[in-house]
């Protein structure tokens, strides 16, 4: 739902775009994106890939391989007609593979940016911390194998497991440290900062300092410890004032957030039902099955 109702928000110009911003602040019906027709509450990559990834962990045991996550991700992308979302390079590349191993023969996995991050939540669930950095790692080596790429996924997937499994009354005084204690010294040592720096507020871009990548995870970090989680409303209304790559912000952000808030009741009921209408093989009740059943894997 955070995917699909930010999207349209995503990398708004101003001048130009206050229109668009200020109608999606009011929260009253999805939206289009000025320059981009992704369609009314259609969701884009950062579900679709996150979808994929949660089925491989639904559908078999580990060890989890490579082929896993490349046949999941072609899959996915076919069962959701070819949608607009992705960047344009990677986009055409999807279009042009068939198989997962045709997709790992063929893979560039040089990106610094925020693809391994967004799909990287539902693997929150694993049940130890080393395996959640293990698997993390390995699917963001497909196509990220950057210390930005590895690092974000990992950061990612800590925030989702520790939201799952650790007892805490606030995630907001206990996360930052939680990440410090449990990524590699790598992480720490290039990336610490941003678990110790509070987030500008600015648009969530790649900067002469960070790539998008590291600006999402200290964005994410910000959205999710900064406001109330017992209301996703907040979260998601700064993501969208921030700016910039609103859709996987809070796609992430609202994911995390969400595991411990299952009944909000301060989102529109919109938001919910007219998520990804008009195509049977996708949409919000193929979502809540996904969970499910994610879920009910790994509560076993």
Same mark, same amino acid.
């Given at each position: 739902m955070g995917d699909a109702y930010a999207a349209p928000? $995503?990398?708004?110009?101003? @001048? /130009?775009? $206050? !229109?668009? %911003? &200020?109608?999606? #602040?009011?929260? $009253?019906?999805? #939206?289009n994106h000025p320059r981009h027709e992704l369609g009314l509450g %259609?969701?884009?990559? &950062?579900? $679709?890939?996150?979808? !994929?990834?949660?089925l491989v962990l639904i559908e078999n045991e580990p060890p989890y391989t490579p082929k896993m996550f490349a046949d999941a991700w072609v899959r996915e992308f076919a069962r959701g007609g070819k949608r607009k979302g992705y960047s344009s390079k990677f986009q055409a590349f999807l279009e042009r593979v068939?198989?997962?191993?045709?997709? #790992? *023969?063929?893979?560039?996995?040089?990106?610094?940016?925020? /693809? !391994? *991050?967004? %799909? *990287?939540? @539902?693997? /929150?669930?694993l049940r130890t911390v080393a395996e959640v950095l293990e698997v993390a790692t390995m699917q963001a080596k497909i196509t990220h194998d950057t210390p930005e790429g590895l690092f974000s996924a990992r950061a990612v997937a800590l925030m989702s497991h520790c939201a799952f499994y650790v007892e805490c009354t606030c995630l907001r005084s206990f996360l930052p440290a939680y990440c410090l204690d449990n990524l590699p010294k790598e992480d720490i040592e290039r990336f610490g900062y941003v678990f110790s720096e509070k987030w500008s507020g600015g648009p969530v871009r790649t900067t002469k300092r960070d790539s998008v990548a590291i600006a999402t995870v200290h964005a994410v970090l910000e959205a999710?410890?900064?406001? @109330?989680?017992?209301? #996703?409303r907040p979260i998601l209304a700064k993501i969208i004032e921030w700016g910039g790559d609103t859709d996987s912000v809070a796609a992430i952000a609202l994911g995390i957030a969400g595991i411990r808030n299952? +009944?909000? +009741?301060?989102?529109? &009921?919109?938001i919910f039902y007219d998520l990804e209408q008009g195509n049977s093989e996708t949409g919000a009740n193929y979502l809540l099955d996904v969970g499910q059943r994610l879920i009910e894997k790994f509560e076993k």
């Open positions: 928000t $995503e990398y708004l110009k101003f @001048p /130009g775009d $206050e !229109a668009v %911003r &200020d109608e999606a #602040l009011k929260f $009253e019906r999805y #939206l %259609r969701y884009t990559d &950062d579900t $679709e890939m996150s979808v !994929a990834n949660a068939k198989t997962g191993e045709e997709f #790992l *023969a063929n893979i560039q996995p040089n990106s610094n940016k925020n /693809g !391994a *991050a967004m %799909r *990287a939540v @539902p693997f /929150g669930v999710v410890t900064g406001y @109330p989680y017992y209301s #996703l299952q +009944t909000d +009741t301060f989102l529109p &009921d919109f």
